[in-house]
């Protein structure tokens, strides 16, 4: 079920007036089972995998809570991180890299496995639950029951699209749930309301200037891919952030706060800045669980010429990852790479030259009005590479400028 659907809002209002007129004890409950009959729309094999997930997820989290050697905590915690990425991974993953494989080998005959579609929301709630154990065996999150896990793991709000939770800003609201009043019930309302506007009136309107990087043709000219692709930017800006707005309205309605996702990325005068106003919760979960570990264990604080060479390689490794998190697909990747090359030349202007030169690092209006341009393009012009349906088609995009 889409937000923006009449199933949804039939459902939508059933849960609202069963929530409303349930007795505080078990308004957890009653979003919980509302999570479960949402997800359960997917169909029952998907609901069996997040269930799976979670039950999984709560027993591991049980026994490292209950301590003994350290040893034994990072292998319990080691090993629920593991099959959780696996689990993505075959989701996601399996069937294009068995067909790539098959395709590069031809005389293997390797068969083609893994599923046409994955789970609903998938991506979302294994980087919610890895962050969980991690957070668990770091000994963050000291207490958790049964409850309030549960649904923290099917807040229904949260599954089609985001945002990513993080359970201690989470479980403290769930001991005081309660249905939104007054200047609450105003600011849950207009939240959902304009989250519906964005993703209705702009979001699904613009997508037919966006068409050509979605389904490139050989007679389209550079001209019309320009254009499709400041199409996609405002499409893709105001879907996620139309689904966001109704995720966290829906959230206040029951009297849970989840994280803002984004905070006019657009406005951003260098790239830094657009990631860390971009689909927040996963910037800022990437930055949290791969990019500041992945840095240390890289040299992230040796410098050469003031330069950090591991910062460098953690941003590339990190855009890859964001990239495929996104989707499968050779193309995934090399968006990633496009981003994350970006970034590291940012990185290198900063600390190499603009730092160095007193206009270029002092207030300047034209200077912000032409950083902010070019930080938008350089996000902008390597939509096509995630919006095309394939490598060869996103290749074919970017002909188009040659």
């Avoid at 509302?34 to 049980?62: C, D, E, K, S």
């Avoid at 030349?345 to 070019?374: K, M, Q, T």
Wanted: net charge positive; aromatic share 16%; hydrophobic share 55%.
């Amino acid at each position: 079920m889409f937000f923006n659907t009449w199933p949804f809002a039939v459902f939508a209002v059933v849960v609202v007036a069963a929530y409303a007129l349930s007795p505080p004890r078990i308004r957890a409950w009653v979003l919980i089972l509302a999570g479960l009959a949402f997800y359960a729309n997917a169909g029952p094999a998907n609901l069996l995998v997040i269930v799976g997930a979670t039950l999984g997820t709560y027993a591991v989290a049980r026994l490292l809570q209950t301590g003994g050697e350290r040893m034994r905590g990072a292998v319990l915690a080691g090993g629920a991180i593991t099959a959780l990425t696996l689990l993505l991974c075959y989701f996601k993953y399996a069937r294009w890299l068995s067909a790539a494989f098959g395709a590069a080998v031809p005389g293997w005959h390797v068969p083609v496995v893994g599923p046409l579609i994955a789970p609903l929301a998938i991506s979302f709630f294994t980087f919610e639950f890895i962050h969980f154990i991690v957070e668990v065996h770091a000994g963050r999150i000291k207490e958790f029951t049964f409850e309030r896990f549960l649904l923290f793991a099917l807040f229904f709000p949260t599954m089609v699209a985001g945002p990513i939770k993080r359970y201690r800003m989470f479980s403290p609201q769930v001991q005081a749930l309660r249905m939104a009043t007054g200047p609450d019930l105003h600011a849950a309302l207009y939240r959902i309301l304009s989250g519906l506007f964005k993703k209705i009136a702009i979001a699904d309107p613009v997508s037919l200037f966006a068409t050509p990087i979605f389904h490139p043709d050989p007679s389209y000219t550079a001209a019309t891919y320009a254009l499709a692709l400041v199409a996609g930017s405002v499409k893709v800006y105001y879907d996620l952030g139309g689904y966001t707005d109704m995720a966290i309205g829906f959230g206040l309605l029951f009297g849970v706060r989840v994280p803002e996702n984004f905070a006019h990325p657009f406005r951003a005068s260098n790239l830094l800045e657009f990631w860390q106003r971009w689909h927040m919760s996963l910037t800022s979960w990437v930055r949290d669980y791969i990019f500041l570990p992945l840095t240390k264990r890289t040299g992230g604080g040796i410098r050469i010429g003031g330069i950090r060479p591991g910062v460098l390689v953690s941003m590339v490794a990190v855009m890859i990852i964001i990239g495929v998190w996104h989707g499968a697909g050779l193309h995934f990747v090399i968006w990633g790479v496009w981003n994350g090359a970006c970034l590291a030349f940012y990185h290198l202007w900063r600390a190499g030259v603009s730092r160095r030169i007193a206009w270029l690092s002092a207030p300047n209006p034209v200077l912000r009005v032409l950083s902010v341009g070019l930080t938008y393009a350089s996000f902008t012009f390597g939509l096509g590479w995630i919006a095309a349906p394939s490598t060869a088609d996103a290749f074919s995009i970017y002909r188009a400028f040659l």
